[in-house]
């Protein structure tokens, strides 16, 4: 046997039953013929209260009155004092020269085993740059140190940087040179 749905079960209307009519929408209608009626009287009013003269120029626009055209030539505009001063002005600067902070390097790592160094230094070697491997003694132990460098100005030392960077090589710092 087929299961029922008691709970969601919806009454069936009945035949005999009509549907409730809406009643007329007598507010609509009102606002409706006095819009229509505002609009009409509008246009009304404008036909009665217009300028004649505009209404035959609207009509026939190619029958305007020719004005007689009277030719002035206008003086061109004077020129201001201050451009005149700006083209006979001078400016002076004082440039101060920087002072260099020394030559710079590229350290971009520091490790336990020469062989981590060298793999460092092959894939720096890939971007197109010259790198070096220093060995330093410290208190706690052997360092292997990669470095690029020595550069003049710390502009190149980090255009080198970025390069190497784009190459997916992280870590890199640029230090004053030792």
């Known amino acids: 046997m087929a299961q029922h749905d008691y709970i969601n079960k919806k009454p069936r209307p009945k035949k005999d039953a009509k549907p409730a009519k809406k009643p007329f ?84 790592g520091a490790f336990r085993e020469y062989n981590q160094a060298e793999t460092l230094k092959a894939k720096i070697a890939f971007t197109g740059l010259s790198s070096e491997v220093r060995r330093v003694e410290g208190k706690n132990g052997v360092w292997f140190i990669v470095r690029l460098g020595p550069y003049e100005t710390k502009r190149l030392a980090e255009a080198d940087k970025n390069r190497i960077k784009r190459s997916k090589i992280m870590g890199c710092t640029v230090l004053n040179w030792t």
Not at 66 to 72: A, D, K, L, R, W
Request: glycine residues 6%; negative net charge.
């Open 25 to 108: 929408p007598i507010v609509l209608v009102v606002i409706a013929t006095t819009l229509v009626g505002a609009f009409g009287f509008g246009l009304w009013y404008v036909k009665q209260h217009a300028d004649p003269e505009q209404v035959k120029l609207a009509q026939h626009p190619t029958a305007q009155k020719s004005q007689p055209t009277v030719e002035t030539k206008a003086e061109p505009p004077r020129m201001p004092d201050f451009i005149k001063e700006m083209k006979e002005h001078e400016v002076k600067v004082e440039v101060k020269e920087m002072e260099q902070g020394g030559p710079y390097q590229v350290r971009c």
